[in-house]
């Protein structure tokens, strides 16, 4: 089912994949526009909520979700059209990265890290910790063809958990040899200028109430870099800009830039706002929202798109011209926006 949307700017002010080289800040940036036209595709899949979204350009794009139907796990837009092949896989994939037309990779529960190569999915890896421990590996990054991370976590009982590094390089996967930190890591991403790599991890310290880190990676030591509370709205989140890596802790946005974290700006006041983001620059970024999607452009931030129920967008793309969000409604649709310059 597909619905066609014109663009249009809320007057109420709620006052990361990119594939843009450009430089990200300095005065001289324009504030993004913000004359989007708007197709929704929506998929009907209620035992399979859509968790990552990846591609390299707008028509060639791929989303995937753990899913209780092995043989919608994968689905695949070539600028028409969302679609499946409808073969069934024994994976439960959480994360979809690429970084060419014919070699994606994904990884998710079990420890599990499949490729597609262009004409099938196989899988390529598997973690073992030992039989009887829980791998859950969460996000997948494809830097090159040959240098591509995935991480997570892995169980040892019912109550400890370590955080896991996986580097694939030289055509193999490795085990990266870090401290063990008792975290979940969701989140990771390449400051290309820096050279540099950043990741986020949460903690969960009781039933209602979880800690998140920040960590830069020079080399293979892991350093910590802030943590905080999810309870005390800070939501520490890192996101991409060009060739740069941000980081967004409450509702602001930062640098680091090897000491601090210099503040750039306030991205909402809105408690619907996600604690997400993905864009071109600083005056260019998308918002997740529970409702839609909102955009930053340097002085205000406006809704983009805005539904009447909540759709919670959590997950993006953005292109030169095209973007793209993943969210999902309370009738078991996963909801594909696609939004074109006008």
Request: proline fraction near 3%; charged fraction near 20%; hydrophobic fraction near 35%.
């Amino acid at each position: 089912m597909k619905i066609i949307f014109l663009a249009f700017i809320s007057l109420t002010l709620i006052s990361l994949n990119t594939c843009d080289e450009n430089p990200v800040n300095g005065d001289n940036i324009k504030p993004g526009r913000r004359d989007y036209v708007w197709t929704v595709d929506t998929l009907f899949m209620p035992f399979n909520s859509f968790t990552d979204i990846t591609g390299t350009s707008p028509t060639n794009v791929w989303a995937c979700g753990p899913g209780g139907d092995l043989d919608k796990t994968f689905y695949h837009y070539n600028g028409q059209s969302w679609n499946t092949d409808l073969i069934p896989r024994p994976i439960s994939p959480l994360s979809v990265s690429s970084n060419s037309i014919n070699f994606v990779w994904s990884c998710g529960l079990e420890g599990k890290i499949w490729k597609y190569c262009g004409n099938e999915w196989l899988e390529q890896y598997v973690y073992f910790a030992n039989t009887d421990t829980l791998v859950v590996l969460q996000e997948i990054f494809a830097i090159s063809e040959n240098d591509i991370y995935a991480i997570g976590q892995y169980f040892v009982s019912n109550e400890d958990y370590w955080g896991l590094i996986l580097h694939y390089n030289n055509s193999k996967w490795q085990d990266m040899t870090i401290p063990k930190i008792r975290t979940l890591f969701t989140e990771i991403g390449k400051d290309k200028v820096k050279d540099k790599l950043y990741l986020r991890g949460l903690t969960q310290q009781n039933l209602n109430e979880n800690d998140y880190q920040l960590y830069e990676i020079n080399g293979t030591t892991l350093n910590e870099i802030k943590s905080g509370s999810q309870n005390d709205d800070e939501f520490g989140n890192i996101f991409v800009l060009g060739s740069h890596i941000y980081f967004i802790i409450g509702y602001d946005f930062f640098k680091f830039n090897g000491n601090d974290f210099l503040k750039i700006g306030r991205l909402s006041d809105d408690p619907k706002f996600l604690h997400v983001g993905w864009g071109r620059n600083e005056k260019d970024i998308f918002l997740g929202m529970r409702d839609g999607i909102a955009h930053y452009n340097g002085d205000s931030t406006v809704y983009l798109y805005q539904t009447p129920n909540n759709v919670f967008v959590r997950a993006g793309i953005v292109f030169e011209n095209e973007i793209f969000f993943i969210g999902r409604d309370s009738y078991g649709n996963n909801l594909m926006f696609h939004g074109k310059l006008n």
